[in-house]
């Protein structure tokens, strides 16, 4: 008998302690990401919504897919941004087939900046970094298109409230002028389309703050597109 064999029990247990071994939709001892779990991304996606903004998803909001959300932002598992990533990229391609700025920007070769909603400095610093641009970059990959281009334009000028137990009037108020455009980025999105990237879609506060700021910086046109929607 080799004598490593009964080192792999013990190798098993220790990548155990480092490597996920529940679903992150329905807490199964198993991978990542089941295949029950997996179904709840290959439903039909959300219709497009409109707050202001018309904003295409990729897939509804389901328990799987909510829980799934809390653990990549909150919990650290950050193994989830490649089951979360194909879903914000079909919004993404939903949005640019179908919003007719954004696809005669496209046939004409114009390039179409994605802009993610960045994290507040407090949940930076909870977190230890910032999920939705990671996801924005991991969706932009997916769709491997030269004429996209991510564009983190986008920063916090005030301190907002947790939004998590606000409703939508709260959230609208919270966020009212709490982001600016970098300056840096002003002149590459003087009359350009952008589209607005987030995880999810509650009340629409959020990306209709994102796509204010950026034409109130110059921006062409706004569109929103999001992995996940709320009903």
């Given at each position: 008998?080799?004598p490593?064999?009964?080192?792999?029990p013990?190798?098993?247990?220790?990548?155990?302690?480092?490597?996920?071994t529940?679903?992150?939709?329905c807490?199964t001892?198993?991978p990542?990401?089941c295949?029950?779990?997996r179904?709840s991304?290959?439903l039909?996606p959300p219709?497009?919504r409109?707050?202001?903004v018309?904003c295409w998803?990729?897939v509804p909001?389901?328990p799987?897919t909510?829980?799934?959300?809390?653990a990549y932002?909150?919990?650290?598992r950050?193994?989830?941004?490649?089951?979360?990533a194909?879903a914000?990229?079909a919004?993404?391609g939903?949005?640019l087939a179908?919003d007719p700025?954004?696809?005669r920007?496209r046939?004409?070769?114009?390039?179409?900046?994605?802009v993610?909603?960045?994290?507040?400095a407090r949940?930076?610093?909870r977190r230890?970094?910032?999920?939705?641009p990671?996801l924005a970059?991991?969706?932009?990959r997916?769709?491997d298109d030269?004429?996209?281009?991510?564009a983190?334009l986008?920063?916090h000028v005030?301190?907002v409230a947790?939004?998590?137990w606000?409703g939508r009037?709260?959230?609208r108020?919270?966020?009212?002028?709490?982001l600016?455009?970098?300056?840096?980025?002003?002149t590459?999105?003087?009359?350009?389309?952008?589209?607005?990237l987030d995880d999810v879609?509650?009340?629409g506060?959020?990306v209709?703050?994102?796509?204010?700021?950026g034409?109130?910086?110059g921006g062409?046109h706004a569109?929103?597109?999001?992995?996940?929607?709320?009903?």
């Open positions: 008998m080799s490593s064999l009964p080192l792999v013990a190798v098993r247990s220790a990548a155990g302690l480092v490597l996920p529940r679903c992150a939709g807490a001892p198993g990542a990401w295949r029950s779990c179904a991304l290959a039909p219709p497009v409109d707050v202001g018309r998803s990729g909001l389901t799987p909510r829980t799934a959300l809390t932002k909150d919990t650290g950050r193994d989830l941004r490649g089951v979360l194909p914000l990229a919004a993404v939903r949005c179908e700025v954004l696809r920007a046939s004409l070769g114009d390039p179409v900046l994605l993610p909603v960045p994290g507040s949940a930076r610093r230890g970094d910032d999920p939705v990671a970059g991991a969706a932009l997916l769709l030269p004429a996209l281009v991510l983190p986008l920063r005030r301190p947790d939004q998590s606000l009037a709260d959230r108020a919270n966020l009212d002028g709490a600016g455009v970098r300056q840096a980025w002003r590459t999105l003087r009359g350009r389309p952008f589209v607005v879609l509650t009340t506060a959020t209709a703050e994102a796509a204010r700021c034409i109130a910086a062409g569109a929103v597109a999001t992995a996940v929607a709320t009903p």
